[in-house]
């Protein structure tokens, strides 16, 4: 019905998640309301984005180099070295500014039932590193679910013969939350970890 | 914090209304995710889509032509011209089937508090064409709105001389909706034109 340029533009934004025809089309009338330079400049980014970005050969961190600005970095405290499972959390962790140890972006987290083994998300990679480093201890920062817990549980076996300490980021409500609406598996977790005030 | 390539395209998605920092960032992870053929043809449907859309020259629907495939159908019912305020109504429109006759695009509605008058959606365009032509019966479809009733009306007063019907698609309540859920305006509109059954 609609025009051919306008019906590729369609499928496109239908590869994004939850973009669905309505939202697909509102996003294609959207784009021939942009001026010209912003379309271009939308059409580049994607393309040098994908053409660009890189894994880092040492920690698996997005990079546009071979290695990241992380772990270029040696004034860094090489005591630390942080687990996550997506760069998002690398990002959020360095805009708190409080970390400055080194990180390892996992290649996603063990998922048993779906067939997701230990090998496929690199943590051979992980462990490598951790013995041929001197780090002091591994901060898992995974995500708080059964994978993430799953994913812990794996390392800190896997590292309990050797002489560095493994701890995992606090579970519990977060601040500010409306009490009434903190989940039971949360709620459950708060009190597990309840902790003397004085 | 992000390498600039990702920054970019982060910035890139933040043009589509209703897109913060978080969404931008999970469309431009996911951007990463695709291949690289996919991400070819979303570029350039982008820079296509905005490169060959222009307006009909005849009812400013969208078109990769001078003259949309409508207008240039000279099978349609030349009885019938129907008023829209965006390209999507008329695919909507489409889609049913059942209408064979002409349309007009209008630039947006009369919004007299935001400065938009009959001049600014092109409505000398319109009346011109109904002039000219030789149309029995004008279907106001804009949205049922405010600004839709104002378009409306201002319409039916200006071809009020002429020898031509105005009509407004009904309104009322929806097909299958909850009349719990339906909002007081739809109501009273459904009361007014309520209709005798038999």
């Known amino acids: 019905m609609y025009p051919k340029s306008i019906n590729n533009l369609i499928e496109a934004f239908k590869y994004f998640p939850g973009i ?3 939202s697909a089309e509102r996003m294609a009338f959207h784009v021939l ?3 010209e330079v912003q379309t271009n400049f939308l059409a580049d ?4 984005a994908k053409k660009n970005i890189k894994h880092c050969k040492i920690c698996n961190h997005i990079t546009e180099n071979e290695v990241c600005s992380i772990c270029e970095d040696t004034l860094r405290n090489k005591d630390y070295i942080c687990v996550v499972d997506d760069p998002k959390t690398v990002i959020s962790i360095e805009k ?3 970390y400055h140890g080194y990180y ?3 290649n996603g987290l063990i998922e048993t039932l779906d067939g997701i083994n230990p090998e496929d998300i690199r943590l051979d990679k992980l462990i490598k590193r951790i013995e041929e480093g001197n780090f002091k201890e591994v901060i898992i920062a995974v995500k708080p ?6 994913t812990a549980l794996y390392i ?3 590292l309990s013969g050797m002489n560095i300490e493994v701890t995992r980021l606090a579970s519990g409500i977060p601040m500010g939350a409306d009490m009434e609406y903190v989940d039971a598996i949360t709620l459950e977790k708060a009190f597990d970890n309840r902790k003397k005030l004085s």
Chains 1, 2 share one sequence.
């Open 20 to 22: 669905g025809e309505k």
């Open 33 to 35: 309301g942009l001026e």
């Open 45 to 48: 980014s994607i393309k040098n």
């Open 96 to 98: 708190l500014g409080t």
């Open 104 to 106: 390892h972006v996992l």
């Open 145 to 150: 679910c059964l994978e993430g817990e799953m």
């Open 156 to 158: 800190d076996n896997v």
